[in-house]
């Protein structure tokens, strides 16, 4: 088991940065990449960054691509997403994710990572 703690959200004015981080507990030998989801209320959980932690591969969703930086500690149990020039449509529930797998691509979808945190609240004002 794999447990995920994220911190860092806030209310912030918008074109403001903040700094989510993600801590992991538990048996994180077993993980292979690690994400960032965000839901806005009445829509859909949507990919925003992962990372495969062999190697540091990232990617992004083209909506925060050049605004968003995923990275990740030395020890296998950080992971922080740094957010930029933050606009309104960004206000959402992030969520930290954990995937147990040996691929080299990233899948989008939430339903395969096997992990999840209880979410941190980000608010851009206008």
């Known amino acids: 088991q794999v447990q995920l703690v994220e911190s860092g959200g806030g209310l912030v004015q918008a074109g403001d940065s903040l700094r989510l981080s993600c801590l992991a507990f538990?048996?994180?030998?077993?993980?292979?990449?690690m994400a960032w989801f965000r839901q806005a209320p009445g829509k859909e959980r949507e990919f925003v960054a992962a990372i495969i932690w062999s190697g540091g591969s990232t990617d992004y969703a083209d909506s925060v691509k050049g605004r968003f930086t995923i990275s990740r500690g030395n020890a296998k149990n950080t992971v922080s997403l740094q957010v930029n020039s933050l606009k309104f449509e960004d206000t959402a529930v992030y969520y930290c994710?954990?995937?147990?797998?040996?691929?080299?691509?990233?899948?989008?979808?939430?339903?395969?990572?096997?992990?999840w945190g209880q979410g941190t609240q980000v608010t851009v004002s206008l």
């Open positions: 994710a954990a995937r147990r797998t040996d691929l080299r691509t990233v899948d989008y979808r939430p339903i395969v990572y096997d992990y």
């Open positions: 538990g048996r994180t030998s077993s993980v292979g990449h």
